[in-house]
């Protein structure tokens, strides 16, 4: 039902900046809460925002609050992940993911896309 692709992952120094794209294809798109999770090599994969439907509630992980942002145009079909302030630590596949449920546990999620890598060196 929901088909979601991201992009916008790369390399950036530490203390820089990235944003993360992710476009997605169903006509109930607005259902949908959105989430960001990300896998580093050795790493269970980590929760890492999400949004709800509406926009109006946000949840991020401790380790990314005050740094990232979260947020979605559901005209677009778009969820994006602003990334700031990246650290090494930050390296890892970011995955977004769909469902109709507004939780942090990936279990919960019935659709993801294939992940975008990004790198932040040292």
């Known amino acids: 039902q929901v088909l979601l692709v991201e992009s916008g992952g790369g390399l950036v120094e530490a203390g820089g900046s990235l944003r993360l794209s992710c476009a997605a294809t169903g006509r109930t798109f607005s259902r949908y809460n959105l989430g960001w999770f990300r896998q580093a090599p050795g790493k269970e994969r980590e929760f890492v925002a999400t949004i709800s439907w509406s926009g109006g509630r946000t949840y991020y992980a401790d380790s990314v609050k005050g740094r990232f942002a979260i947020s979605r145009d559901n005209a677009k079909n778009m969820v994006y992940l602003q990334m700031n302030g990246l650290k090494p630590e930050d390296t890892a596949v970011y995955y977004c993911?769909?469902?109709?449920?507004?939780?942090?546990?990936?279990?919960?999620?019935?659709?993801w896309g294939q992940g975008t890598q990004v790198t932040v060196s040292s």
């Open positions: 993911a769909a469902d109709l449920a507004f939780s942090y546990r990936s279990d919960d999620y019935d659709y």
